[in-house]
């Protein structure tokens, strides 16, 4: 399962508060904290298979909602509008410094940069 | 209940996926076509108490799950950071303007504004 675990992440980012407590936890450990399944059920004092069990019922559940209301989908469609006001930015950056130097124009270029980064996030 | 129609349209493009077939065809009704609950309840042969009802209950529901996962706030609160984008761009556009008058510069910031229009869509 972990070789997904980016879109598992991401999931877990957007839909997690919707999970049970249990599902939660052990999804966060198994994910997000990198644990393996024998150790999880051991620290939970249940089976292997159980834990197992548990996660994949909130991941087909995360998934079911993320296939209906598409809002992770909605939110990564925004990244190349990003890099493409990143790479703008850039470019105006490097025009303004080899041809004009305004301090404020740099600024601006710089600015525009932060705004996107702190979007990306 | 329609004075909070931004709120609910809101909800609605967000979690109305998540609703039964009834919730979102009533809500659809109330919200985005403006007709009255005497008028979905004559359509659908049900009392205006029913309908309400159904209404609020889909409410409530998509109301609950934005309370846990807070996306419709996450979305919001890039809004002050596109804003800023778009300022900086207007900005640097006019300084071009009355300084350099460089097309390429000016181009950059028009895309600019393109991509963070597209983004507040």
């Known amino acids: 399962m972990k ?9 877990f980012d957007f ?13 966060d450990l ?11 059920a051991e620290n939970a004092g249940i089976s292997r298979q159980g834990v197992r069990d548990v996660i994949v019922r909130a991941e087909a559940a995360m998934q079911e909602i993320e296939d209906k209301t598409g809002i992770i989908r909605r939110f990564e469609s ?18 303004n410094y080899r041809r004009y130097d305004d301090p404020r124009l740099t600024e601006l270029a710089d600015l525009i940069c932060a705004e996107v980064s702190s979007l990306k996030d």
């Open 15 to 27: 839909y997690g508060e919707l999970l049970t407590e249990r599902q939660k936890e052990f999804f």
């Open 30 to 40: 198994y994910y997000n904290e990198d644990l393996s399944l024998a150790e999880i």
């Open 3 to 11: 070789n997904q675990t980016y879109r598992m992440t991401m999931l």
């Open 78 to 95: 925004q990244r190349p509008h990003l890099d493409a006001i990143e790479a703008a930015a850039a470019e105006a950056k490097t025009i």
